[in-house]
């Protein structure tokens, strides 16, 4: 048994919190949102969905107390990880592994400066749609696969550690595996990221709605694309030769999910557009190119949020 926090347990976060302690460990689910720590200590967590029917029991907390952990999941939002990662510091101990879990590029860094490279691993969850039914209830549709690798290739987590984190997450049901690349796992699923998360929060559309529709899908093939030449521009040794059936490929295995931007204007939050589609055209400037299609939906989005309360 593993003694493992979860600082931010969202819809995803969630997800990890219940399932990891559905197999057996000691988990210590840690959110700001007092009425979800509280149905959780109350009731336990409802889980449903790819993975069946789950009321799970955990320790909570509202604020990361000093209490030293195996695992540390940082499993917030891209605009809340630094905070997170700074109040995870309270939970770490020597051997502590820290591994962060968010959608884009960018959150790795800030996680690092807060409790260290040489601790740090950078997951990536592919294939699952998750959403909040309230305090105390997560429902997720699919259960790809989690990815993980050091931050610090090198100089920090060794494959050894990294594959008993992979065997934590797989004794708890989902299929987990270490990699030497990170960094192009990233990049192959930001790819699909921009493909559908604008669009999808845009239009107000399905995943698959976006894929098959007339005026969306040439959208979203655009943005894909153009991430995928803005990868390639980069030297990132991603595994894709073709974008548009990779795009096609993911999105075929969830067509009916919510990407997390669209879930976020329904709610009327902001959402982590600058970690995803508005890191496209960053990441073509380093190399001297533009990136338009993802400018432009990135930019949209956001006009859309200046009327959304700040987190």
């Known amino acids: 048994m593993a003694r493992i926090a979860v600082v931010g347990c969202g819809a995803m976060g969630s997800v990890y919190a219940g399932l990891l302690a559905a197999s057996g460990h000691d988990v210590l689910a840690v959110d700001p949102w007092a009425a979800h720590m509280e149905a959780i200590a109350e009731r336990g967590l409802q889980v449903s969905g790819a993975s069946g029917e789950h009321r799970v029991r955990m320790r909570t907390a509202t ?169 390639r521009a980069r030297g990132v040794a991603i595994d894709v030769a073709d974008p548009i059936a990779h795009v096609r490929a993911f999105g075929a295995r969830i067509p009916h999910a919510k990407p997390s931007l669209l879930l976020d204007h329904e709610a009327g939050r902001r959402s982590e557009i600058d970690a995803i589609n508005g890191a496209i055209p960053r990441e073509a400037a380093k190399v001297g190119a533009t990136a338009p299609v993802n400018a432009a939906l990135a930019a949209l989005v956001r006009v859309r949020e200046r009327g959304f309360p700040a987190a």
């Open 63 to 231: 604020v990361a107390p000093a209490e030293p952990m195996d695992l540390v999941i940082v499993a917030t939002k891209a605009a809340e990880v630094a905070a997170a990662a700074r109040q995870a510091r309270a939970l770490l101990g020597p051997e502590t592994v820290v591994l962060t879990i968010q959608n884009g590029l960018g959150s790795a860094e800030r996680v690092a400066e807060a409790v260290g490279a040489e601790r740090l691993a950078v997951g990536i969850a592919g294939g699952f749609g998750a959403a909040m039914r309230g305090p105390g209830a997560v429902h997720h549709n699919g259960m790809e696969i989690v990815r993980m690798g050091a931050h610090a290739p090198g100089a920090g987590l060794d494959a050894a550690r990294l594959e008993q984190v992979a065997a934590l997450w797989r004794g708890a049901g989902f299929r987990a595996e270490a990699v030497a690349d990170i960094a192009a796992m990233q990049w192959e699923k930001l790819i699909c990221n921009c493909a559908y998360s604008a669009p999808c929060a845009l239009a107000g559309m399905t995943v698959g709605q976006v894929m098959d529709d007339a005026e969306m899908g040439p959208v979203s093939r655009a943005c894909a694309t153009e991430a995928w030449e803005v990868a």
